[in-house]
């Protein structure tokens, strides 16, 4: 069995244990799609020659992963959200973020809004970059890139918040509205679960991404690294996610790249 499917599949089994914690209407639907996505996980998991398989169904897995914590997403925390927003000012403040935004330029925060909307391509390509290495390669990208994503979602049950533009409302970037900007909040509005993840699957995703891809094309893994970077910044500069997110996000796909590597 290829070792994405394993990992897959015990996020799968990880989050129905969890669904033992909502509520009655929510735990038996919860419980059901978790096991049903485990099983899905570990079948495909068992087609190790399939080459479009194990290119393709593993990114299916990731998005499948992501929606799947929505379940999971009940009240958020108050302490949580306390602790990160004043973390964040404290940072802010002393860097004196958003006096830099004010005066920048334009076209800066039109690149910020472009790198975090990079993260939707970033995962993509790197399996395609893999894959021109072959089967073996692909495999171990994915094994790694899921590790790490799926490790950040699974936390959702335990680690819940809105995410900072929900809560402090219009920020600088915002209010001098790059045009990149809206089609961000547009794709969140639409797609995502409404909810912060802590750590950011996000910047865990690029990480891992360039990390997985740096044996197979050390020129193509440096760039997916320092864009991942980018990924990082702008998540947190343009409030898509609190910066210790960003920052445990990238920690996790480290571990997952020692423990898997």
Known sequence: MAAWGVVAGVYGLVLAAAAIGLPIARRHVAAAACLAYSLSAFGAGTL???FWIQLVV????LLG????SGFFYRAPQPWLERFLIDSDARVINAFQI???LRRAP???????EASYAADYVV????AIIAAFAGLGPVTDYWTLVLAAELACYAAMPWLRSRPPRALEGPGVVTERAPRLRRLNVAILDRASVQANTLPSGHVAGAVAAALAVWPVDATAGAALLILAVLIAIAAAVCRYHYMVDCVTGAAVAVVAWIIVG
Not at 58 to 61: D, E, Q, R, T
Not at 123 to 126: I, K
């Open 106 to 112: 334009l076209w800066v925060l039109e690149v910020l």
């Open 123 to 126: 995962v993509g390509a790197g």
């Open 65 to 68: 992963g992501y929606w799947l």
């Open 48 to 50: 190790v020659s399939w």
């Open 98 to 100: 958003n006096t830099a």
């Open 58 to 61: 593993p990114g299916a897995l």
